[in-house]
Nanobody, 117 residues
Framework: QVQLVESGGGLVQAGGSLRLSCVAS????????TGWYRQAPGKQRELVAT?????????NYADSVKDRFTIARDNAKNTVYLQMNSLKPEDTAVYYC?????????WGQGTQVTVSS
């Protein structure tokens, strides 16, 4: 079993910054990729950013967050971060941590990010 615990969400004004963290524990050996998705009210869950865990680091970003968000991971701490700058009201959503382990996807409980205009 894999557990993912997110933190760092909150309320911020447009133009502000937040940093999300996600700590993984449990049977995480064989992890391939980790990252963040988000879901706004009435919308489907969408990819925000992902990063590979082993070997060469490869990142992937949604077009809507490129140049504003940065994903990073610390394998020693089993933690993935999402630095979010220049936040916009349309970034308001529940942000979910994801980890792909041996063919299965695991999700955190989500953390709310609210950006006021």
């Amino acid at each position: 079993q894999v557990q993912l615990v997110e933190s760092g969400g909150g309320l911020v004004q447009a133009g502000g910054s937040l940093r999300l963290s996600c700590v993984a524990s449990g049977s995480i050996l064989g992890s391939v990729v980790t990252g963040w998705y988000r879901q706004a009210p009435g919308k489907q869950r969408e990819l925000v950013a992902t990063v590979t865990i082993g070997g060469t680091t490869t990142t992937n970003y949604a077009d809507s967050v490129k140049d504003r968000f940065t994903i990073a991971r610390d394998n020693a701490k089993n933690t993935v971060y999402l630095q979010m700058n220049s936040l916009k009201p349309e970034d308001t959503a529940v942000y979910y941590c994801m980890r792909h382990v041996r063919g299965l996807l695991y999700w955190g409980q989500g953390t709310q990010v609210t950006v006021s205009s």
